[in-house]
């Protein structure tokens, strides 16, 4: 009976440990080198920021209003993989989404908002084009 007991006890500290995120996420922030992006303006208020780090595919966003709406970018490749990237996380906290794009390859982005099902874009156009292996700007006729 003791053995089940310690048994049933590990089981739910590792899906306890598994469940909850790790802190580092929401701690980290992008690096200073290595990150193309910018802030999103909506009615002259810095909406959220989405940061593209091309070495290792990762996107991170941030929200920049406490409104009780999430924010996130979809990001899009040249070759047609869509990815979204959202936080709950509230205000002033970045956050980061692992991605794996093809070398050699473009990505661009959109922010929005987000709240139950309902989503709104914060910007009216598309990011530039930025290569994945070089975080580059280039003009989307060049993107592979």
Not at 6 to 22: E, F, H, Q, R, Y
Request: hydrophobic residues 35%; contains cysteine.
């Amino acid at each position: 009976m003791m053995k089940r007991r310690i048994c049933g006890a590990a089981l739910v500290a590792a899906a306890l440990s598994l469940a909850v995120p790790a802190a580092s996420h929401s701690q980290r922030q992008p690096p200073l080198d290595g990150t193309v992006g910018h802030c999103f303006w909506l009615n002259h208020d810095c909406m959220g920021e989405a940061r593209f780090e091309w070495d290792g595919d990762d996107m991170w966003v941030i929200d920049g209003r406490a409104n009780g709406w999430g924010v996130g970018a979809k990001l899009q490749t040249d070759y047609g993989k869509v990815r979204w990237c959202t936080s709950f996380l509230g205000k002033d906290v970045w956050h980061e989404c692992r991605f794996n794009h093809k070398e050699y390859s473009c990505v661009r982005w959109r922010m929005y908002e987000i709240k139950g099902e309902r989503v709104r874009y914060a910007s009216p156009k598309w990011s530039h084009w930025y290569h994945t292996t070089s975080g580059a700007k280039v003009p989307s006729y060049n993107c592979p």
